[in-house]
């Protein structure tokens, strides 16, 4: 298959070698060459670390970088795709925009899909002539690792397009779970759930960011706790997430204050090298500020 993800940031180039990896050939597009080169180098990067650890061989990291090709043009990128992606910014004007100007240039029969972890793809499809081609496809970082996919059905989805969306996934060698078009989906509203109750702890001085998340990796094996986790999806992100699920759901997804200040403070997480930790090179190093104090 053809496929073009249009976004070239964490979550965009890690869908871009995924699918590269299973013998499909990629377009990566965003709107200027630096960010198209950052997320080339950050996927060789990542598949120079798997052959490091024996997860790839040397050959396998060739043919995944043959087979993906980087663009600022939108029409080059989509215009033979079987399945377009976008992992552009988390607003809705942005991906309504996107799907828009994309419908222009796709063959009849393309998928369009959004990586969208919290806005309606119900109201994104709504921007499309032929709405019933939209499908959300909602992966996880580190998108190489993680093997989940959530399938998001919006109201117009369409039966072949939700049935093309599952062979994609599957294609990939990820499982899909498939969910209805709701506020948070499943994944991100359990997930934030658990996030914004961790950062009301920090906040209220229960314990540190350290043992909070020591105490959910360990006593209920999660991979990554939920501090940690919300610096290295971003505190913008997480804020963001949480205004749109207090607007939708109500007060309990009302973001903390401690969350707030971070983002005004523009200490977004590993992105910036501080949020509820310190960051140098991808690897917590520290504990940003006194925890009991903000």
């Not at 496809?137 to 049935?163: K, R, S, W, Y």
Request: no cysteine; hydrophobic share 40%; net charge negative.
């Amino acid at each position: 298959m053809h496929v073009a993800v249009l976004g070239a940031g964490t979550m965009g180039h890690g869908i871009a070698q995924v699918s590269a990896m299973a013998g499909h050939d990629v377009w990566l597009r965003d709107i200027e060459r630096e960010f198209v080169d950052d997320g080339l180098d950050a996927i060789e990067g990542n598949l120079q670390g798997g052959v490091d650890r024996d997860k790839v061989t040397p050959e396998e990291k060739r043919a995944t970088l043959d087979r993906i090709s980087g663009t600022t043009s939108l029409e080059e990128a989509v215009s033979d795709a079987d399945i377009v992606i976008e992992a552009v910014p988390e607003e809705m004007t942005i991906k309504q925009e996107t799907f828009a100007d994309v419908e222009e240039h796709v063959d009849g029969d393309a998928i369009l899909a959004s990586n969208t972890s919290s806005l309606s793809l119900t109201e994104i499809a709504s921007a499309l002539d032929r709405p019933e081609r939209a499908v959300g496809l909602h992966f996880f970082n580190p998108v190489h690792i993680m093997e989940l996919v959530e399938i998001v059905v919006a109201e117009q989805t369409g039966d072949a397009t939700l049935e093309a969306a599952r062979e994609f996934v599957e294609g990939i060698d990820r499982t899909p779970v498939e969910v209805t078009d709701s506020p948070g989906f499943a994944s991100s509203r359990l997930g934030v759930a658990l996030g914004v109750e961790a950062m009301r702890m920090v906040q209220e001085g229960v314990a540190s960011p350290e043992d909070i998340d020591a105490a959910m990796e360990l006593g209920y094996n999660h991979p990554q706790g939920p501090i940690a986790l919300g610096d290295v999806v971003g505190l913008d992100v997480r804020l963001d997430i949480l205004e749109h699920l207090r607007e939708e759901l109500g007060e309990r997804f009302r973001p903390p204050q401690i969350l707030k200040r971070k983002v005004r403070a523009g200490k977004l997480g590993k992105k910036t090298g501080e949020g509820f930790y310190l960051w140098e090179d991808g690897e917590i190093v520290g504990t940003s500020g006194d925890w009991g104090g903000e």
